[in-house]
């Protein structure tokens, strides 16, 4: 072997800073990989290699572990506080329902807490966080832009596509802890109200208008 190779001392920098900063990050959000946490990197103005992250991720063995068994709320949790004015809190979640056919649908619902007005109802067989990102600026577009929201923990909230969304437009977005739906109290006691559950839908365009009626009474 050459003489070089063998007397090599590697020269990668431990990134102790980088490293600690992920820690704190995975601890903070526990469910997160390590792309969603690239992306809460940069807002910290931390910017680096995707791949350099899934070693140093690796690295430091915070892998995220599969589901098992009941859900328990992890860490400590502080609780909200009123909002004073509008457009101060929005509160968003989903509800779903079935055509007489069988068939699924699902339906977004944005709430502002301070005012209880039901902001945007919006329908179709599949809602991801790339389309929540865009109803949401649309909705921003007529409204204003809220100062918080708050929603629970599903896919759609804690997709790369929202936590990319909340960096481009500095909106601070709060998840509620697992299995406490009286956090997002609001919007959950708005879907708790008669419309799904007193009307039989046969398509979407019918289930559109009749939710688009209903949210115009309510309001």
Sequence with gaps: MDRSSVRY???????????????????????????????????????????????????EKLTVRKRGGCKRALGTRRPLALPSRPNERWSLDFVGDAFTDGRRFRVLAVVDDFTRECLCLIADTSLSGARLARELDSLIARRGKPRTIVSDNGTEMTSTAILKWCQETKVEWRYIAPGKPMQIGFVESFNGDECLNETLFSSLPQARDAITAWKEDYN
């Design 9 to 59: 001392c590697s020269v990668r920098p431990d990134d102790t800073s980088i490293r600690e900063a992920v820690r704190k990050v995975a601890a903070e959000r526990r469910r997160f990989a390590y792309r969603r946490i690239h992306v809460m990197l940069g807002r910290q103005g931390i910017v680096m290699n995707l791949k350099k992250l899934k070693r140093l991720y690796r690295e």
